[in-house]
């Protein structure tokens, strides 16, 4: 079953004229669901330029390209890698699209300068996000960065500064919320069918396909990727800070890396670490070998063009030199008094996740079972298993039923189609769910797996409004207070 909603259609020019206010020196909507376009009538095509166009941009690519042709236009790109760089091109064109303009990465501010795009799309690695956010809000385009938004607390301050400051619209990509099994939780919670939530535990399994991924690309390296618990669980924290309308206070945390380590490929029998799949000895006898030279996409992404940056994409998970955490655990407060306990391991024998709404009324059991796939490769990303989806309600001394769990199709669980079209339509939907993001929910998310981070270090609990200051207040719908009355359950 699809998600259930009465849409209110507006357009962009009625959002120009009645949707815009602005708070604490921040651009935003009257209501999450808008959004910053002028409308197509006055002003043709939407202009987009992309900096990154590794693995993560083909999305928007193709959404900019293809699928909102009529709607949206992509005028130039930037980056590192000229050989990516012609691919972006050579695909525009295929699509029967302009060429964009070719921009090397420090000739950025030229090309905002000579393209003129109205927003700048950010899919950098995270940790250069906040460079290409802050100087595209600086001259004056706005931006739609995928998270993370940033990996440490100097590069948040800095957007959240830069926004206030510039004014500019600064839209954070969570397309877990937009997925259609992760927004029924939300309209469960919202219901009240548990009443107001007091803890959660939640559990996220990434398997020994995408999970082993992040050890062999820039993600293995913190300074670049912030770790899983900011690459990554920052997707996961957004989720529990938006299912609960609430902003986080206080983080304890611990991480190791166990698993993908040289002792670990000394325990599998192989004589290694070595530095790359490609070239190794025992590719043959190691389990975890990725060929890229199989991927016709990866091949024409990375291994065709190493010549131009040195990166390679196969790098061994096991050798030395990786930053990163694959064992975590972390318990976070929020400021409404729930506590959530969570945990993510790196190397499990499924992926997805299970987790546990506890409430004055009863107990919400979500799982998803995801489907195994390699970034870059041409397979759809967070695809969900339908057999290994539920959602089960507890209510206080009545029997459990299950509820028919909401569908959809494409990446990360039917989220991608649905996020992009709110994006890039010209079409406004109004959303009682508010599940566009800005620079406000982007900092939380990701300041709880920065706070974890810096528990790592220093054993110590990390307060949240120590970190980053001036962040403002996420929009959340409401959802059940602690001050309501709750029934009395049944005499058990």
Not at 52 to 80: H, P, W
Not at 299 to 309: A, G, I, P, S
């Amino acid at each position: 079953m699809a998600e259930q909603d009465t849409p209110t259609r507006i357009t962009r020019r009625d959002f120009a004229k009645t949707g815009a206010v602005v708070g604490l020196g921040t651009l935003l909507p009257a209501t999450a669901n808008g959004w910053f376009q002028e409308t197509t009538k006055s002003r043709g095509r939407v202009r987009y330029a992309i900096v990154g166009v590794g693995g993560r941009s083909q999305m928007y690519q193709k959404a900019i390209n293809e699928t909102f042709a009529q709607d949206a236009e992509l005028v130039a790109c930037c980056d590192t890698n000229a050989g990516r760089l012609n691919l972006a091109k050579q695909a525009a064109v295929a699509a029967g699209r302009p060429a964009p303009a070719l921009y090397a990465a420090a000739d950025f501010d030229r090309m905002v300068a000579e393209a003129k795009p109205a927003f700048v799309i950010v899919t950098t690695p995270c940790g250069t996000h906040h460079t290409y956010t802050c100087r595209a809000m600086e001259l004056g385009a706005g931006v739609i960065s995928e998270k993370a938004m940033t990996v440490d607390a100097e590069q948040t301050q800095r957007v959240v500064d830069t926004q206030r400051r510039t004014g500019r619209a600064c839209r954070i990509m969570f397309n877990y919320r937009y997925s259609p099994p992760r927004t029924q939780v939300k309209d469960l919670l919202m219901s009240g069918v548990i009443g107001d939530v007091l803890s959660v535990d939640f559990h996220w399994m990434l398997n020994t396909s995408h999970g082993t991924d992040y050890f062999r690309r820039w993600h293995s390296y913190k300074r670049m990727s912030g770790g899983l618990m900011v690459h990554k669980a920052t997707h996961h924290f957004d989720l529990v800070n938006w299912w609960l309308s609430s902003n986080p206070v206080s983080v304890y945390a611990n991480g190791k890396r166990e698993f993908y380590t040289p002792a670990m490929a000394k325990r599998l029998g192989l004589a290694g670490p070595h530095e790359r799949c490609r070239t190794c000895p025992e590719r043959q006898a190691c389990g975890f070998e990725l060929d890229i030279e199989k991927n016709a996409n990866l091949k024409k992404l990375y291994l065709d063009n190493e010549q131009y940056d040195g990166y390679f994409r196969d790098r061994c998970v096991f050798r030395p030199d990786i930053e990163i955490e694959d064992t975590m655990n972390v318990i976070v407060t929020y400021d409404n008094h729930v506590t959530l306990s969570y945990s993510l391991n790196a190397f499990n024998a499924w992926e997805g996740y299970v987790i546990v709404f506890n409430g004055t009324k009863g107990r919400i059991e979500h799982k998803v079972e995801e489907q195994v796939s390699t970034s870059g490769d041409g397979s759809v990303p967070g695809a969900i298993k339908g057999d290994g989806t539920y959602i089960r309600i507890y209510p206080l001394r009545q029997p459990a039923y299950e509820v028919k769990v909401w569908t959809g199709e494409g990446g990360h669980g039917g989220g991608d189609d649905v996020m992009l079209k709110e994006l890039f339509s010209p079409e406004r939907v109004a959303d009682k769910y508010l599940r566009a993001a800005d620079q406000r929910a982007g900092s939380y998310s990701a300041l709880v797996g920065i706070a974890a981070n810096r528990c790592f270090t220093t054993g110590q609990p990390v307060e949240i409004a120590s970190l980053v200051k001036n962040i403002g207040l996420p929009d959340y719908p409401a959802v059940p207070g602690h001050d309501q009355p709750v029934p009395m359950p049944k005499k058990g």
